[in-house]
T-cell receptor
Framework: GAVVSQHPSWVICKSGTSVKIECRSLDFQATTMFWYRQFPKQSLMLMATSNEGSKATYEQGVEKDKFLINHASLTLSTLTVTSAHPEDSSFYIC??????????????FGEGSWLTVV | QKEVEQDPGPLSVPEGAIVSLNCTYSNSAFQYFMWYRQYSRKGPELLMYTYSSGNKEDGRFTAQVDKSSKYISLFIRDSQPSDSATYLCAMSGGSSASKIIFGSGTRLSIRP
């Protein structure tokens, strides 16, 4: 099946620093990637939709200047959490949609990245 | 009202039992319906997807969609301890640009 790789799996950073998370589609081209955030025992919250070669579309309430998204190629999207604070500590998950491989409207997820801000 | 409603559980059943997981939704434009399984501290894994109404079976898993009632189900037969996870329903509209909306997830525990 389609594989989406996310790196790093976990990261600890100091408050005020920035952290970059990468999302790669390993065996397909993804024109659209999605970034989610998940707090413990809660569902996935869509943060933004990342489109290759254009600006990301952010969901209401998500600060675009804090969560910078870049989708420079068909296989890579990055999420940078700028000036991180402890309340940004969460599980961040990316996903990618492969329209060529799937008959339906499905997406594949990365393994997620645990961010802890201390 | 949320677009997708899912009982968070937890649901605990003995090994071998049939498990029924359900979601209701309010948006009649939804055309694609998915079930994801998520183990603790891992990303969700696609289990099943169906288009429009009907049933779909894959091994021990059966997905049902009733668009007239706006109700979807996932059945797990002969449940195993390894099935213990959080199950998320998800759905989206007919356009490739449609966002996918997730339920809150149901935590399932299979007792040996």
């Amino acid at each position: 099946g389609a594989v989406v790789s996310q790196h790093p799996s976990w990261v600890i950073c100091k408050s005020g620093t920035s952290v970059k998370i990468e999302c790669r589609s390993l065996d397909f081209q993804a024109t659209t990637m999605f970034w989610y955030r998940q707090f413990p025992k809660q569902s996935l919250m869509l943060m933004a939709t990342s489109n290759e070669g254009s600006k990301a579309t952010y969901e209401q309430g998500v600060e675009k200047d804090k969560f910078l998204i870049n989708h420079a190629s068909l296989t890579l999207s990055t999420l940078t959490v700028t000036s991180a604070h402890p309340e940004d500590s969460s599980f961040y998950i990316c996903s990618a949609r492969d329209l060529k491989r799937t008959a339906g409207n499905t997406i594949y997820f990365g393994e997620g990245s645990w961010l802890t801000v201390v | 009202q949320k677009e997708v409603e899912q009982d968070p559980g937890p649901l605990s059943v003995p090994e071998g039992a049939i498990v029924s997981l359900n979601c209701t939704y309010s948006n009649s434009a939804f055309q694609y319906f998915m079930w994801y399984r998520q183990y603790s501290r891992k990303g969700p894994e696609l289990l099943m997807y169906t288009y429009s109404s009907g049933n779909k079976e894959d091994g021990r898993f059966t997905a049902q969609v009733d668009k007239s009632s706006k109700y979807i189900s996932l059945f797990i037969r002969d449940s195993q301890p390894s099935d213990s996870a959080t199950y998320l329903c998800a759905m989206s509209g007919g356009s490739s640009a449609s966002k996918i909306i997730f339920g809150s997830g149901t935590r399932l525990s299979i007792r040996p």
